[in-house]
């Protein structure tokens, strides 16, 4: 499909070719194109997790059979969308059985945030900023790692929000993640996000 701004451009120069106004129609719509391009798009990515790949023993959830270090991963974003107010983030086990397993999920982060350190969630870096973090399904509020059963590796999808307010005032910390998500989803503008693996 065509660019929009392509063809407005063909639609101007077609009535305007070869005046004044035809060269200084080219030169704005060029221009706007090459804004439209460095505005690019929401993005997310991690100096732990890599898109695609495993999940570090840092990250994996540290009871029961799973022996990990339990840090929420680092997390960057970029270009969020006009009118982002404030962010979220949820990370989720579309692969557990039932319903899929939400192992993390905060919202209220300032919109003057675009980074997350590792651990963010346990060594209070969240709270400090005022944001709010979810009961998990281990029933534990903040991040909880995985810890599939043996066998097949899960999938992680790791989301970040931009939601147009300030405060999702209807939550408060510890809620459960499922609710979390339902009003994280109502008050999204865009999102962005990446997917890891892990299994035993």
Request: overall charge positive; proline content about 7%.
């Amino acid at each position: 499909m065509a660019h929009p701004y392509a063809l407005i451009l063909i639609s101007v120069m077609r009535r305007l070719r070869g005046t004044a106004r035809g060269a200084l129609a080219l030169a704005v719509v060029l221009n706007a194109i090459g804004l439209a391009h460095a505005e690019g798009t929401f993005s997310l990515s991690s100096a732990t997790f890599r898109d695609g790949g495993q999940v570090a023993t840092a990250q994996v959830f540290d009871q029961d059979t799973c022996k990990g270090g339990n840090r929420s991963p680092q997390l960057t974003w970029r270009n969020a969308p006009a009118g982002t107010h404030s962010f979220a983030i949820t990370m989720f086990d579309p692969d557990a059985p039932g319903r899929g397993w939400w192992h993390w999920a905060v919202a209220d982060i300032p919109v003057r945030v675009n980074t997350l350190p590792e651990n963010a969630s346990a060594s209070g870096a969240l709270a400090r900023l005022g944001a709010i973090e979810a009961r998990n399904d281990f029933n534990t509020s903040g991040y909880g790692g995985p810890c599939p059963p043996p066998g097949k590796p899960h999938r992680y999808v790791v989301t970040v929000y931009a939601i147009g307010a300030d405060k999702l005032t209807v939550l408060d910390e510890g809620r459960p993640a499922p609710m979390f998500d339902h009003e994280i989803g109502a008050a999204s503008l865009g999102s962005a996000q990446l997917t890891v693996t892990y299994g035993r």
